[in-house]
């Protein structure tokens, strides 16, 4: 069994179009569809999950065990930064309250003080809320046999989203996990299956998958449309069965550094907005041109993740898994 490197390249795309649009606000720019590498990532993880535990059955204590030591320890510092750098002043805009830090801290959903959004502490950390949601329903899943696995969990996030339409509802909780955009792990879910059964299309519908993707993200950023889980999830999957879709004619060769970038993809999520804020702001105070500030920040933004990725997290993750053989890892191999 082989590494799926095309799933690797995603995630370090996705990685990269987040840093990229966190970049392009900070220095005057606009790029909006950057925030799409979500849609990306959660579609990834849908199918991640289903293939590994096809792969390697596990309990479900095992599972969101592993889920825990694989996300908690580096987000909880990433936090622990923020919540320091607000209290010494560093970031004078941020308000912290304790029933916010412990609702960032445990994946709650809560109101902001700072501005009333359904923000953690570490903004971008508003996607583990999802993730670690889904987590949560996939593990109770694994108490079902196999076979009606999947159309339980799709039932219940149908439902959900459904009566999100309905309802409107304003609680923070029933709000965020009513919201559509979790069908992108139903998605991703799907495509797991459909590539354990060897249900992908072949090279040229794969690579049109992969074009009508990128041609779609791009008529939304360069007509300046709105966009939302509705419009980005299906360019989201088209991405990812696409790239399948070419793994399993084994197109896809191992490229050292966007591999390793995939791998850093968690890191530079949580931690590129520290590089980013402090290069863009020294970048305006010295008045340096738009492009260079802009250019400057997405490479210290990705610096620091890898950094983070060498130093903290592979680590962490080396050390938790210990002498076990068969960890449950993202890797597909």
């Not at 694989?70 to 560093?90: D, E, H, K, N």
Request: net charge positive; charged share 10%.
């Amino acid at each position: 069994m082989r590494t799926l490197y095309g799933i690797q390249y995603l995630r370090a795309a996705a990685a990269f179009a987040v840093v990229l649009f966190h970049a392009a606000e900070k220095s005057g720019y606009h790029f909006a569809i950057g925030a799409a590498g979500v849609d990306i990532f959660f579609v990834i993880s849908g199918f991640i999950m289903w293939v590994i535990c096809d792969r390697r059955p596990v309990t479900p204590v095992q599972f969101l065990a592993e889920r825990a030591r694989r996300i908690v320890p580096i987000y909880w510092l990433a936090t622990a930064a923020m919540v320091a750098g607000a209290i010494v002043g560093l970031f004078p805009n941020l308000k912290l309250t304790a029933t916010h830090v412990l609702g960032s801290l445990f994946f709650l959903p809560v109101r902001s003080p700072s501005n009333g959004e359904i923000w953690p502490v570490l903004v971008q950390g508003w996607t583990l809320n999802y993730e670690m949601f889904f987590y949560l329903v996939f593990a109770l899943g694994l108490l079902l046999p196999k076979a009606p696995r999947l159309a339980a969990i799709a039932v219940l996030f149908v439902s959900l989203t459904v009566f999100g339409m309905a309802a409107s509802p304003d609680n923070a909780f029933v709000f965020t996990y009513t919201r559509p955009i979790i069908l992108e792990f139903v998605a991703g879910m799907i495509l797991g299956q459909a590539w354990l059964s060897g249900r992908v299309p072949g090279v040229l519908g794969g690579a049109a998958l992969i074009a009508a993707g990128l041609a779609g993200f791009a008529i939304i950023q360069i007509g300046g449309f709105g966009f939302d889980a509705w419009t980005c999830g299906p360019l989201a999957v088209a991405m990812v069965l696409g790239i399948l879709a070419l793994e399993a004619k084994d197109l896809i060769v191992k490229w050292p550094v966007p591999a390793f970038l995939g791998n850093a993809s968690y890191s530079i999520y949580l931690w590129h907005t520290f590089a980013i804020s402090v290069v863009a702001k020294l970048g305006l105070a010295l008045g340096l041109p738009g492009p260079l500030i802009l250019v400057s920040s997405v490479l210290a933004g990705i610096a620091i993740g890898s950094l983070a990725y060498l130093m903290i997290e592979r680590p962490l993750v080396q050390w938790f898994q210990g002498p076990r053989k068969h960890p449950v890892s993202e890797k597909i191999a």
